[in-house]
Structures are given as C-alpha cells and as structure tokens.
C-alpha cells in the first residue's frame, strides 16, 4: 500500500514534466550523423527535440549503467567464489556432523577377525 502512494507522488509529477517538456519541445530537429558534410548528410534523422533529449537520456543511462556493471565484475567474482568457498564449508560441516553422531558399533571386520586364545 505504502509503495502505492509513493510511486503515485513520484511517477505521477514525473509524468507530468515529461510531458510538458513534451509539448514546450515538439519542433522537428535534424540529428546528422555525417559529420563532414552538414549542408547535405549521407545519414541524417528528422525528428521531435524532446524526442531527441529523451533518446539521449536514454542511452546515457544505459551507458552508465553498462559502465557500472563491468566495473563491477571484480566483485562479483568474489561474491560467487565465496559463495562456493561457504557451499563448500556447510557440506563439509555436515559431513563432519555426520560422522560424530555415527553409530559406535563396531566394525564389521572386528566381527570377523579370530579370537586369540
């Protein structure tokens, strides 16, 4: 419930700017993607400028978060090799519990062995 209404007070406002920025931005830009001929470009977009800001935004965020995330490969290498590092210490902690609580019964080649008379 609580994360409801917060996401109502921040999306709501945020749609809202987003939209106005909308409107105050809809003339066509051209976005030229040939940088040595700027009168008549090879690859060139016709497009809204908020469009333009947007799809910039866009893709700076994700640039950003691409950045981050292989950065972040030292740690998470550790994270998985401690995992198994921990993985490895229950199982051995169970192990061991195992053969403590084993039946004290002896072996079945101490049945088997003669007595010495």
Excluded: C, Y
């Excluded at 060139?44 to 965020?61: D, E, K, N, Q, Y």
């Excluded at 519990?97 to 010495?116: E, H, T, Y």
């Amino acid at each position: 419930m609580l994360r409801k209404i917060f996401n109502g007070l921040v999306l709501l406002p945020l749609a809202m700017v987003v939209v106005i920025f909308a409107v105050a931005n809809r003339h066509m830009a051209t976005v030229s993607f040939d940088p040595f001929d700027s009168t008549d470009p090879a690859l060139s977009l016709t497009m809204p400028l908020f469009l333009v800001i947007l799809l910039a935004a866009i893709a700076g965020v994700a640039a950003g978060g691409a950045a981050t995330w292989f950065r972040q490969r030292r740690w998470r290498r550790a994270a998985r090799r401690h995992e198994a590092e921990a993985r490895a210490a229950r199982s051995q902690l169970d192990d061991s519990k195992v053969s403590r609580f084993a039946s004290p019964l002896p072996s079945s080649n101490a049945l088997l062995r003669p007595r010495a008379e």
